[in-house]
Every structure is written in structure tokens, then in C-alpha cells.
């Protein structure tokens, strides 16, 4: 396996790559880097030419500190793709790389020969996911990875920090029941990965910025028959800071949505949906797609050849099950060539 960089068109860029054949582009999540993917490397490095950069803002990559959007984090890829010289490429990416690999493949669809989304969404956020609103109210997320970004971490891959976390509003993170799986070279790893100040503002402008949350409502006289209202920072930030916390906000009952200039859009290309067992939609004996609500029904509404897979493990399971991930791409690609 490679370390390598590349120069995009505004990007110096740090990637992982290994294999020969089709191409297949991985994109990591948060508050991961490439190192994400050693397991998907590995494995399909042997069939493929694996790639997996770390996004702006992470790993070894530049860190220009300007604020980011969708458009931005996916014409990252865009600009790192055509640095290699490849076309089109297979894209598997999990949480916030899904999040970038959706609007890559909704806005350059000739780019995108099929998509793996690894426990992510397209645009609409599941209130339960407190920590979106969390990141707009400023200063808790500035202050706490300046404070505790190394207990942060810990929370997270490890169930809890060796220095306790702060309760809310100050951290939505206090303690993860089962995320025990990593060891102490995974924690280290990321560990020093996040200690960067300048990777806290990237994380926290990801959220803040680039999720601009909208309270989506029918309206047969609007265009395409819903209309937004958007939600600033100071509203979803008083939302946070509820005197009787955030589940009591009037507001929080809404599936808002932050790509409104999206919803009318469509991939036709092999979709494959993987969603953690003990996720939001999680029951591992259950498969296919789940419905019922807002961030469930997303998927279907943008994705014509889609199917729905649920692999053993959390939200991090790429790295948690890496054999039971493998195995379902294995079976997504296996459906016919990469390319």
C-alpha cells in the first residue's frame, strides 16, 4: 500500500493507494482519515486500483482554513480524480464521505460508475443525530476540541475518555455504549490525526457551514411542490441550547434538510445503501430498505437502482466488521463489472 500526494487544481492531497484495474475511490467519514479503509484496501486492492484520500481539513491534506460546502468537498474529488487522470471511477464512502460522494454523484453523475453509501445520508438529517445542531452552536464545538480533542477521539472508537467528557450543552458526546472495538494503535492514530487545531475548524465548518438546515413543507403551489424555510445558525443554536434541551425545542420533531437544491434530482446508476446494525436504521436480520420516515425514504427518492444492506456492527463498522463489509460490497460489485 502506497502513501502518496498529488497536486489538485487548489488542493495538495495525501492518499492511500494500492492495485491495478478499474478504479474505485474510497472516502472516509468523521473525525476519520484515509486510514479508515486500510481493511477495503487490502481486500479489494487485489481486483482494483484503490484510492483513498483524506478530504480537505483531515489527515495529511491541506488545510486552507476557508469555509466549506458540499459543492467544495465534492468538487475536491472531482479536482483529485482529474489529477490522476481517471474519468469515472466506482465510489464507496462512509458517514461524512458519503455525504461528499452523494453530491459527486448527483451533480457529476457521468463521473460515478456506482455508489456504496456506508451508514451516510443524502440530505436529509435524522433529528436523533444531535451533534448536527451541536456543531452550530458556537463556541461549544471550538472549545471543547481545544479542550478535550483527544478524549473526543477516545468517546468515540474507545466508549469513553481517560479524562471525562463534559455533559451538554458543552458535548453531546458523554460515553458510547459498545464502541470498544479499537485498539490502542486505531485510538492513537486518530488520536494524532486530530490533534491539529486547523482539522477542528475543518470538522466543525463541515457542519456549520456546509449543512445549512431547512424545515422542508408540502406546498402544491411551490416549485417542485414543497417549500424551506431555513434555519440560520443562531436559530438551530438556540435550538441546542434549550433551556429544557433540545428534544423540548418545538422544532426538533423536524427531518430538516440541507441540500433543498438537490431534492429534485436523480443517480441511476447502481446504488448500494449499508447501514449498521446498531445504527438509525439498524436490524442486521432485516434487510433491504427501510421506510417510514423522511431520512429513511431519501434514498429511494434520489437513487432508481438501489438496494439496502444491513452489516453486523455501529456506525463504524467499516473498521468494527471489516470482513462482513467487505463481504457486502464483494456482493454489490459482483453484480456486474466496476466500470
Known sequence: MQSNFIQTRDLRMHYLQVGTGEPLIFIHGFPETSFEWRHQLEHFGKRYACFAPDTRGY??????????????????????MDALGLEKAAVVAHDWGGIIAFKLAIDWPERVTRLALLDTLCTVWIPMGVHGYWFKAAPHPEELFAAHHAGFIETLFAGGATRPMPGRPQSPWQGLDGAC??????????KRAFADPLSHFHAISYYRDALPFHIV???????????FEFLDQNRVSAMWNHPEGLEAHPLYSNFLDYGPEDRHKHFTAPVLWGYGSGSAAGDASQPGIPQGNPFFDQFSRYFSDLRGRAIAGGHFFPEENPTATNAVLDEFFAEQPVG
Open 217 to 227: 413543507t408540502p406546498d402544491s403551489d411551490a416549485t417542485q411542490g414543497e417549500r
Open 59 to 80: 489527515g495529511q491534506t491541506d488545510k486552507p482554513g476557508i469555509r466549506c460546502t458540499r459543492t467544495l468537498l465534492a468538487q475536491d474529488i472531482v479536482n483529485f
Open 181 to 190: 472495538w479499537a485498539s490502542d494503535d486505531v485510538v492513537n492514530e486518530y
